[in-house]
């Protein structure tokens, strides 16, 4: 009778135990990536939001702050025109026939120290262009320094057509920006028998819209 031969059988295989537990921590790393984005993510949605609106509010606050310096500039400008324009006419209207020089030559000056520095130059022609009078600053011109403008196109324009003119801002021989206005001189009868020049400063102005700026 043949004894049994016992050969060694390989062992049963283990089952692995180490692909559940990193299946499960898989699943709980998913979760926590999940739970951490539906926690997370409205917050920074929300928090984008508020940032814009925030932005776009300051924006709309700084746009109208400079509205209206831009309009209190504007006001303050055309108020300041208008005064010297006011002035500039009202000294129009007594140039007449009837008017010395003398008498014209005290309320010119009387004008140009009621303005200075504004009114730089000041000039008073008859219909031919020829001056009348003329001041720098505080200097009157004498008699024999006076000259003819008549080939100035605004005061042709105003001889011509009654009109008054404003030229652009330029800088002039001392520096200093300035505009030139011509208005048309009239007399009782309405017809034009002259013109007044007045150069005047625009630093003012510019001074005004610097702020602005």
Same mark, same amino acid.
């Given at each position: 009778?043949?004894?049994?031969? #016992? ?13 559940p537990?990193r ?8 979760? $926590? ?11 920074? @949605?929300?928090?984008a939001?508020?940032?814009? @609106? ?16 831009a /309009? ?6 055309? $108020? ?8 500039? +006419?009202? #000294?129009a ?20 120290? $009621?303005?200075?520095?504004? @009114? ?16 720098? /600053? ?5 008699? +024999? ?6 080939? +100035? ?38 017809? @034009? ?19 602005a700026?």
């Open positions: 009778m043949r004894r049994p031969s #016992f050969r060694r059988l390989p062992a049963p295989r283990q089952p692995s135990v180490s692909t537990a299946a499960r921590s898989s699943i709980a790393a998913r979760l $926590r990536w999940s739970l951490l984005l539906s926690s997370t993510l409205p917050l920074l @949605i929300v928090g939001l508020l940032l814009s @609106i925030n932005l776009r509010a300051q924006q709309n606050s700084v746009y109208s702050d400079q509205i209206d310096l /309009k209190r500039v504007e006001l303050d400008v055309s $108020r300041r025109l208008e005064q010297l324009r006011s002035q500039l +006419d009202q #000294f209207l007594q140039v007449r026939p009837s008017t010395t020089p003398t008498q014209l030559r005290g309320q010119a000056t009387d004008l140009v120290n $009621r303005n200075y520095p504004d @009114i730089l130059d000041l000039v008073v022609l008859d219909g031919q262009g020829l001056e009348q009078l003329h001041l720098i /600053k505080l200097l009157v011109l004498g008699d +024999d320094s006076l000259g003819s403008r008549a080939d +100035d196109p605004q005061v042709q324009r105003a001889l011509r057509f009654g009109a008054a003119d404003y030229s652009p801002i330029a800088l002039n021989d001392d520096g200093v920006r300035s505009f030139v206005v011509t208005l048309p001189i009239r007399n009782d009868a309405n017809t @034009i028998v002259g013109v007044l020049r007045a150069e005047l400063s625009a630093e003012p102005l510019a001074r005004d819209l610097s702020i700026i």
